[in-house]
């Protein structure tokens, strides 16, 4: 049976012809905000992991409430044992459809195949608890949802400042998409690199979506300096097809709560193994809210990384996983048979 590794290898990310096909059909460009008339009846389940996320949730929530969408949507909120008022905002939040609170922290990845379990919709939306759509996003992934589609959106970063009630205030206007690292990125200089190892010994400012053609040149397991294609996954907002998600298994059983990173990088690669393709929608954009105390947060998890890099080469070489199903539904029933139910 191949390894995951040997199935990246063999798999291209030519999506150029489903991205036509769609421009051809609708006239809409791939890359075009999405007026809201065009998702008439499509449906989407959003899902989100919270922990102690008071300080962002109510604004994100806000935005999903205002989506400019003729579309259903469902949102699903997985309470990751918070202590602080999380649980109380998503059970009073009008926008919040289905919402548990799990008795003992297991970590986003964990929280988001609860979730994943419990969507209703063939296209799931994986959002962090910090990331405040713009009003077109959730029609701008229905209209384009595909069965072999993995769509990929962007990150502003913003400081958190507390406005009225300590919610986090956002920016007016559209977050900048260069402002995400796999659209523009400068490289620390004389530091290895996570991934790679690498080391760059002079400044450079690379942009990693426009040089590999939206990731198309990024299939059989291409780099481009740093980064492969299944970095480009990140979970902080993306959309998938929930049929492909639950064949693999969602996220591995093995990411814990402890520790941040390449749990998303790994599902990424699953998915690419399994026939999905990987594309981005620049229109697609969020400002992500940095937490309060984001700069000792950061250092926790950059001491994490390195282990579960290790544990994700592990992976690599571990067979490509299929018909999971089962497995990812037992886990899932497992963990709500004891969670208390928010909404």
Not at 42 to 68: E, F, G
Not at 149 to 167: C, K, W
């Amino acid at each position: 049976m191949p390894t995951l590794a040997q199935m990246l290898a063999a798999s291209d990310n030519d999506h150029t012809d489903l991205t036509a096909a769609f421009t051809a059909r609708t006239g809409l460009g791939w890359h075009d905000p999405t007026p809201a008339a065009m998702a008439a009846g499509t449906v989407l389940s959003v899902v989100i992991p919270a922990h102690n996320n008071a300080y962002s949730l109510p604004v994100v929530l806000d935005a999903l409430a205002k989506q400019d969408t003729s579309g259903t949507v469902q949102v699903i909120v997985i309470d990751d044992a918070s202590t602080d008022d999380t649980p109380a905002i998503i059970r009073l939040h009008p926008a919040v459809d289905t919402a548990y609170r799990l008795p003992v922290q297991v970590g986003g990845a964990t929280a988001r195949n609860v979730g994943t379990h419990l969507a209703d919709a063939d296209t799931i939306v994986h959002l962090d608890a910090d990331m405040v759509l713009t009003a077109h996003a959730l029609a701008d992934i229905a209209v384009r949802a595909h069965p072999s589609l993995v769509q990929v959106g962007f990150r502003h970063n913003i400081a958190y400042q507390p406005g009225r009630y300590l919610r986090a205030e956002v920016p007016d206007g559209e977050p900048d998409l260069h402002a995400d690292h796999r659209v523009r990125w400068t490289p620390p200089v004389g530091k290895p690199m996570f991934y790679t190892g690498d080391v760059y010994h002079q400044p450079m400012d690379l942009r990693p979506l426009d040089d590999t053609h939206d990731f198309v040149d990024l299939g059989h397991g291409a780099r481009y300096f740093d980064w492969d294609l299944p970095r480009m996954v990140v979970t902080a907002l993306v959309a998938m097809p929930r049929a492909a998600v639950t064949h693999v298994g969602g996220f591995d059983p093995g990411w814990t709560a402890a520790g941040w990173g390449a749990e998303d990088t790994h599902l990424g690669a699953t998915l690419i193994a399994a026939g999905c393709k990987i594309t981005p929608l620049r229109q697609l954009r969020a400002w992500h809210i940095d937490a309060p105390d984001a700069a000792i947060q950061w250092r926790a998890k950059l001491a994490s990384v390195p282990a579960r890099i290790a544990y994700y080469r592990h992976l690599l070489g571990e067979p490509a996983p299929a018909q999971r199903e089962a497995d990812l539904a037992s886990r899932a029933q497992a963990l709500l048979a004891h969670a208390e139910v928010l909404r």
